[in-house]
């Protein structure tokens, strides 16, 4: 039973048993049930006052017994240590990137493109070697294979279940590992943008950013590849570039999550490109967003 529902019924027995002692029984001296009424309303009022008690320490009880949501520095102390920082020894370029299972790394396509050895530094500052990745075909979206299972994957959430403002903060390396596993915080400012589709028609080459959302969280050099997250925790998209520090596109992570339970097998699958070692080929977006 609840204790509101609980103290009611008190209040309500209590009620009932004092009735009798309220209106008095009649005796032959006046004076004898004004007596008995003065003293059942102090025991009706001392009785009240208990149950009062009883339900604030219910209550309480019930309070402290419900499980604390973590506050945003304990959450981003929670979830960064899914983040990595990642360089393209191959290419010399550098990004960042997310822990989607024990060894396995989502990062950008770009970060991973053309590599054939990767230096991946883990949130606790070790640092481990990476020679496989494959890249997505459609969008801007790579992964990165590491030998031992010693990562802490993250949580991946729908970025249909979010709102245009809702609150986001972003964990990366701007810049480089001077800055890692730094943090901006914004909001989703833009949903279902087609950059490519816009692009093209500007000169641009196709980025893979043909389904992408935005935020104003910062983003600089170095970030693309790191995760957006909301204040739950959960990985919502990876951070692929920009016009501007606070005009930054991500693309979703719903893109691939179906892919996720055969991500070891996709390096063999025909949707996604074996990286493979490439001559250097410098873009103005790689320059702008590396």
């Known amino acids: 039973m609840k ?31 004004v007596v008995r009424q003065q ?31 973590p506050n945003l520095p304990d959450r981003i102390e929670q979830v960064s240590k899914s983040v990595v920082h990642i360089a393209n020894e191959t290419q010399k370029w550098q990004g960042s990137g997310i822990a989607i299972s024990p060894d396995i790394i989502m990062t950008a396509r770009h970060v991973v493109e053309g590599g054939g050895e990767f230096n991946v530094t883990l949130a606790d500052g070790n640092e481990v070697t990476a020679t496989q990745a494959i890249s997505s075909k459609k969008y801007d979206l790579g992964f990165i294979k590491i030998d031992k299972p010693v990562l802490n994957p993250a ?60 935020t104003d969280a ?15 925790g959960k990985v919502r998209g990876i951070l692929v570039g920009g016009f501007s520090p606070v005009l930054v596109y991500c693309v979703p992570v719903d893109l691939v999550v179906i892919d996720l339970p055969l991500i070891n097998a996709m390096f063999a699958m025909d949707n996604y490109y074996l990286e493979e070692v ?11 967003y590396k």
């Open 278 to 288: 490439k001559e250097q080929s410098w873009d103005g977006n790689r320059q702008e």
């Open 39 to 69: 003293i059942s309303y102090e025991v009706f009022e001392s009785q009240i006052e208990q149950c009062k008690k009883e339900f604030l320490l219910r209550a309480l009880e019930e309070i402290e017994s419900r499980p604390k949501e």
């Open 155 to 214: 949580r991946l959430g729908s970025i249909e279940n979010c709102r245009l403002g809702q609150p986001v903060f972003v964990i990366g390396s701007p810049y480089g590992k001077l800055n890692f596993n730094s943090v901006t915080l914004g909001i989703i400012s833009g949903a279902n943008r087609d950059f490519d589709k816009w692009g093209v028609k500007r000169g641009y080459p196709k980025y893979g950013w043909s389904i992408t959302f935005t």
């Open 218 to 232: 910062a983003g600089h050099p170095g970030n693309s590849g790191c995760p957006v997250f909301t204040m739950d």
């Open 3 to 33: 204790p509101r529902y609980l103290v009611i019924t008190l209040i309500v027995v209590v009620f009932i048993m004092s009735l009798p002692a309220i209106h008095g029984i009649r005796e032959k001296d006046d004076q004898t049930p």
